[in-house]
C-alpha cells in the first residue's frame, strides 16, 4: 500500500519560510514524478513544483525563485522549501506521486501566511 505523509506546515509571517517534507512509503519516490499541489479556499487545486525522476524540475511562475523541490533518494522524501512566503501562498499543500497509470496523493499539511 502507498502512502505519503506531509509534515513541515504552520503558521509564519511574510517573508519567512517552511519546509514541506512528503515521506513516501510502499513505492519508491525516485521513480516517479513527484509533485506538490496547493489548494486556497474557494480555488482549484493547483500545481506548484514538480521533479522528474532523472532530477529535472518546473515551477508555477509565481514561485519561481522562491520555493525549491528536492528529493533524497535514500530516505525517500521529497521536500519543498519555501521562501519569502506571502500571504497569496496560504493553501493547503499537498504530495503527488505519479507514474503510468496511478496516481498517489498524501492527506495534505496546511501552510498560512499571516502577521
Known amino acids: 500500500q502507498v502512502q505519503l505523509v506531509e509534515s513541515g506546515g504552520g503558521l509564519v509571517q511574510p517573508g519567512g519560510s517552511l519546509r514541506l517534507s512528503c515521506a513516501v512509503s510502499?513505492?519508491?519516490?525516485?521513480?516517479?514524478?513527484m509533485g506538490w499541489y496547493r489548494q486556497a479556499p474557494g480555488k482549484q487545486r493547483e500545481l506548484v513544483a514538480r521533479?522528474?525522476?532523472?532530477?529535472?524540475?518546473n515551477y508555477k511562475n509565481s514561485v519561481k525563485g522562491r520555493f525549491t523541490i528536492s528529493r533524497d533518494n535514500a530516505k525517500n522524501t521529497v521536500y519543498l522549501q519555501m521562501n519569502s512566503l506571502k500571504a497569496e501562498d496560504t493553501a493547503v499543500y499537498y504530495c503527488?506521486?505519479?507514474?503510468?497509470?496511478?496516481?498517489?496523493w498524501g492527506q495534505g499539511t496546511q501552510v498560512t501566511v499571516s502577521s
Open positions: 503527488n506521486q505519479h507514474g503510468s497509470g496511478y496516481e498517489y
Open positions: 510502499g513505492r519508491i519516490a525516485g521513480v516517479d514524478v
Open positions: 521533479i522528474f525522476p532523472g532530477g529535472s524540475s
